[in-house]
């Protein structure tokens, strides 16, 4: 995959989870739960 594929990939993913996300708030998309909270991190590391 060549990097100007890469980048093109990169422009649709963010533009499907834009999509997704709606018109939901960037900190109320990141306090969803769709991450692992500092507990599961800190047990991953």
Known sequence: ???NDQ???G???WSIADDL???MNA???RHSG???GPE???EAG
């Open 40 to 42: 599961e991190v800190q």
């Open 27 to 29: 900190d109320d998309f």
């Open 34 to 36: 769709l991450h692992p």
């Open 21 to 23: 996300r709606g018109s």
């Open 7 to 9: 980048q093109q990939l």
């Open 1 to 3: 995959m060549t990097q």
């Open 11 to 13: 422009k649709i993913l």
